[in-house]
Every structure is written in C-alpha cells, then in structure tokens.
C-alpha cells in the first residue's frame, strides 16, 4: 500500500469518527444539553413549587417564617431563580439546601449571601472551594441529620452516612407531604453520573434506596433531574441499578 493510499485511508477513518460523533452528540448529548437548560415550573400545592430543569430540579417551599429551596440550579436559570426566591422572600429569613456539590445544583449559592446554606460536610472546604469556588460556600455542612418547620411543615435533611453519587449526599424530606427530594442519587429515566473524583459508589446507590425507604414513608419523589413522579420513580432506579448489577456479574444478561 502506498504513503498516498494510507494518508487517504486515514483521513477516511477520521471524517469516519467525526461522523459518529457527531450523530452520538446530536441523538444523545444536545438533547440532554438543552433539557439542562429549560425549566418547567410546576406549583404543587399553595406553598410548594418545584422547577424542573435548568441544572437539578429545583424545591421552593413557602411559609410565613422562611422560605426554603432545594438545589439552586445554573447559569442563567440560577439568576432568574434567585430572583423568584427573593421576591417571594420579601426579606424573610432563606435556607438553602445542597443536595450534593455538583454544580449544576449549587451554582445559585452566591446569589444567597447572608442567608443559610446547608450541605454534606464529608467535602470539607478546599474541596468545595475547588469544585464550585469560594463564592458558593455552605454556611452549614451538615454530618448527619436535622429537623426544622417551615410554616406547617416538618423537614427533614440527612447526610448520606456512606458515598452514592459524591462522597456526601444529602436528601431532604417534607414529611406532610411524603414527598423526598433525592438529589442525583434518584433519577428519573436518566443514566446516572459516576465519577471517581467524587467517589462515586454504584453499590452505595442500592444500599441508599433501601435505606431511605426504612427511614420514610415515601409517596411522592422529586429526582435530581427528571420528571417527579410517586415512589415508583426510586423503585424503578433500584431495578436499573440492579439490571446492570446482574448484567456485569452474568454476560448471559447482557441483553
């Protein structure tokens, strides 16, 4: 084969790659991309709104004391979040809650100063600083568990005791409502996310559903990114992680 015919032949191979790389982005990663960046707002009841999208969904609960917000999104949809919050606010005390340091779920913390900002404590703060920088700091890094009302509703956060999704996964739990909000250790028909930096634990995953549904009676559950839905939304996780369990250990279930 002559210089010319493999210079040919390897340039071949490479519009080749760029091709399927361009079909997987535009079928997989563009969709997703966009997803991340529109929201929908749902008002779930007089108090609570949740808003899907724009980096992790998103919890507003609304009392006459404070108001509360789960997960404070990013870029742009962090600002016009923010903003919301403040108006409703009117000068009431805010909580914010990180369910991990991802910051798709934190970017919002810096528009929240002066206010309260709850995460794991299992990143420490060179970590976070590291990850989402100094502007985004908590205010309280949370190691196991708290209860506190909003108006007529008791919350519950809790630190993941072992690592999930990040080393320090936090959930929160409106007990009126039955209702969880999971972080990205639940998502809701989406691959989940598993990165060594963040020591990432498919088995701490599936010891996490059970876990959960011990501590709570669960009814109703906002996932990390995906539409909310009832406890059918960590039942049907479970059963992913448990397929993909199964498929790793017996080749024979592969399809």
């Given at each position: 084969m002559t210089f010319k015919k493999l210079i040919i032949?390897?340039?071949?191979?490479?519009?080749?790659?760029?091709?399927?790389?361009?079909a997987l982005f535009?079928?997989?990663?563009?969709?997703?991309?966009?997803?991340?960046?529109?929201t929908t707002t749902i008002p779930y009841d007089k108090q609570l709104t949740i808003i899907l999208g724009g980096g992790g969904?998103?919890?507003?609960?609304?009392?006459?004391?404070?108001?509360?917000?789960?997960?404070?999104?990013?870029d742009a949809a962090a600002d016009s979040l923010a903003?919301?919050?403040?108006?409703?606010?009117?000068?009431?005390?805010?909580?914010?809650?990180?369910?991990?340091?991802?910051?798709?779920?934190?970017?919002?913390?810096?528009?929240?100063k002066g206010q309260t900002i709850i995460a794991g404590a299992n990143y420490g703060k060179d970590f976070w600083i590291k990850e989402c920088g100094d502007d985004a700091?908590?205010?309280?890094?949370?190691?196991?568990?708290?209860?506190?009302?909003?108006?007529?509703?008791?919350?519950?956060?809790?630190?993941?005791?072992?690592?999930?999704?990040?080393?320090s996964d936090v959930f929160v739990y409106l007990q009126n409502r039955k209702m969880l909000f999971g972080g990205d250790v639940i998502l809701n028909r989406q691959a989940p996310a598993l990165f060594m930096e963040y020591q990432a634990d498919p088995e701490g995953y599936l010891r996490a559903f059970d876990w959960l549904e011990k501590r709570f009676d669960i009814k109703q559950v906002v996932p990390g990114h995906g539409a909310l839905?009832?406890?059918?939304?960590?039942?049907?996780?479970?059963?992913?992680?448990?397929?993909?369990?199964?498929?790793s250990t017996d080749p024979s279930k592969e399809k």
């Open positions: 032949g390897f340039i071949a191979f490479l519009i080749l790659i760029a091709a399927i790389a361009g535009g079928t997989y990663v563009y969709p997703f991309m966009k997803a991340m960046k529109t969904n998103t919890g507003i609960l609304v009392s006459d004391s404070a108001v509360l917000v789960i997960d404070d999104k990013m903003k919301t919050v403040k108006a409703l606010a009117g000068g009431k005390p805010i909580i914010v809650v990180n369910t991990h340091i991802h910051t798709d779920h934190t970017s919002g913390n810096k528009y929240y700091l908590p205010t309280v890094w949370l190691k196991d568990s708290m209860t506190f009302h909003i108006g007529d509703e008791t919350v519950t956060v809790v630190n993941l005791p072992w690592n999930a999704h990040t080393q839905g009832g406890k059918e939304v960590l039942d049907n996780y479970r059963n992913f992680f448990n397929d993909m369990k199964t498929a």
